[in-house]
């Protein structure tokens, strides 16, 4: 079974930033599509944003303007550029790479949001 890792997570004053990582080292993962997901407590695991293989990349509304998401094939890594977090951004981060029958997700990355 393949493991993707996510890291990066942490405590951020609002306003702050973080980079988040995910390493994934599975065959084909530049033919692969890569998400991030985050879940608050209490709250369902939702699309924050993604990166085809080729095409454009996606964001949720909350997020826009805010994130970049970002990949380096040549290392398996992708990322998660976050700035001027906010507190609702607290939740636990989530890495899923998908390609085929290939869907693997992270055990997951804390990002706290607080003064």
């Known amino acids: 079974q393949v493991q993707i890792e996510e890291s990066g997570g942490g405590l951020v004053q609002p306003g702050g930033s973080l980079t988040l990582s995910c390493v994934a080292p599975?065959?084909?993962?530049?033919?692969?599509?890569v998400n991030w997901y985050r879940q608050a407590p209490g709250q369902q695991r939702e699309l924050v944003a993604s990166?085809?293989?080729?095409?454009?990349?996606k964001y949720a509304d909350s997020v826009k303007d805010r994130f970049a998401i970002s990949r380096d094939n040549a290392k398996k890594t992708a990322y998660l550029q976050m700035n001027n977090l906010k507190p609702e951004d607290t939740a636990v981060y989530y890495c899923?790479?998908?390609?085929?029958?290939?869907?693997?997700w992270g055990q997951g990355t804390q990002v706290a949001v607080s003064s």
């Open positions: 990166i085809p293989n080729f095409g454009r990349k």
């Open positions: 899923n790479v998908r390609y085929g029958n290939l869907n693997v």
């Open positions: 599975v065959n084909r993962f530049g033919l692969s599509d």
